[in-house]
């Protein structure tokens, strides 16, 4: 780990709705030396968490977990790094059937009434619109955490996959990066290319994907212009150069609301993560998938050494509650905590 250590907490009372989130100066949140900061917290959450050791950082703090749409992994690791932390949280999996938006209130009245009713000192949100955590920004008070918004953005989901690839690589520069699979509707994939060109050195991004799902053309246009981007349909053009090959699934519910529909049955499935194909990628190459998983990528390849995406989401416990905590404790730094292990506060 790179001990670039940043003496005061960067993330304090900061939201982050977006990657691309600039702190009260106008300065990139997720900087390369923030995302430093951010995963030296991380491993330490990694070590309590493994001793079994249920920090209290939090403790006296509310976090308010409102979810519009289907999880398993980003909910469930919210609510769980709230708890590891000492933090009390109000989760509601099911804002769409339980909330009085069934009695048709907007989302600026919803966050108020939840900050008020529950003091909380940060809310995630997961949405279907992808303005919505910019928009709860502007009504809350506290933090937001963007936990997945519309089709372009899952911002903690980029830092925890950025987090495995620094793991398990040891560095997330110089990588040529695969992501495979529906780049038009994915968000994690449009979230995660743009911190490894946003914080990384020298990293080869190529977009795999059947023509008519292909990342959109403005978002590459927009792309920090350091990163050189490559395109193709086959993972064969890839298997051999890739470092990272991040696979993800045809996001089925966002094609009736575009008019794709009839085009489903051809496109689901064409880029397939087989057994064969990770025999024949480079021996140190690693496989990330955000999951949930349909037939892109293989149960066989469970047991091949490359497949990270198990750990992959385990990170996200680690790294949300890294993110919490530096949201929410002003006195966040490694050496606090390192106090806190020595007994010394
Ligand atoms: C992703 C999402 O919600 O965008 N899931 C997740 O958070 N791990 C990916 C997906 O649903 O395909």
Redesign the pocket.
């Known amino acids: 780990m790179v001990d670039e250590r940043v003496a005061a907490n960067p993330f304090f009372n900061q939201s982050l709705t977006s990657v691309k989130e600039v702190d009260n100066n106008n300065e990139v949140l997720l900087s390369r030396e923030n995302i430093f900061f951010l995963f030296q917290i991380s491993l330490f959450m990694k070590q309590a968490v493994e001793a079994h050791n249920q920090l209290d950082l939090l403790r006296g703090h509310m976090i308010a977990v409102l979810f519009y749409?289907?999880?398993?992994?980003?909910y469930s690791s919210h609510v769980a790094a709230a708890n590891w932390l000492g933090a009390m949280t109000v989760d509601l999996p099911a804002m769409n059937a339980f909330s009085s938006v069934t009695k048709g209130e907007n989302l600026p009245d919803t966050v108020r009434s939840f900050e008020q009713t529950t003091a909380a000192s940060a809310i995630v949100l997961?949405h279907p619109d992808d303005a919505s955590s910019k928009i709860a920004k502007k009504f809350a008070s506290v933090p937001i955490i963007n936990?997945?918004s519309g089709t372009s953005e899952?911002p903690t989901?980029a830092l925890l996959d950025l987090f495995t690839i620094y793991e398990r690589k040891g560095s997330f520069d110089n990588q040529t990066v695969a992501f495979v699979g529906?780049l038009k509707f994915?968000?994690?994939v449009k979230s995660l290319a743009w911190l490894l060109a946003q914080v990384g050195k020298g990293n080869k991004l190529a977009f795999v994907a059947h023509p008519e799902l292909q990342i959109p053309e403005d978002y590459l246009n927009s792309l920090p212009e350091e990163v050189s981007v490559e395109m193709h349909d086959s993972i064969e053009e890839v298997l051999k150069t890739a470092d990272v090959i991040y696979m993800?699934?045809t996001?089925r519910e966002w094609f009736e609301q575009h008019g794709m529909l009839d085009q489903l049955e051809q496109l689901d499935g064409t880029l397939r993560m087989t057994r064969e194909y990770a025999e024949r990628m480079k021996d140190d190459a690693i496989i990330l998938h955000?999951?949930?998983r349909q037939t892109e990528l293989r149960y066989g390849v469970d047991d091949n050494p490359r497949a990270a995406y198990f750990e992959q989401?385990r990170n996200?416990l680690y790294v949300r509650m890294a993110l919490l905590a530096a949201i929410i404790r002003p006195d966040l730094t490694v050496a606090m905590l390192e106090g806190l292990v020595n007994g010394k506060s």
């Open positions: 749409q289907p999880s398993s992994r980003t997961r936990a997945g899952h989901q529906d994915g968000r994690t993800t699934r996001q955000p999951l949930p989401m996200g």
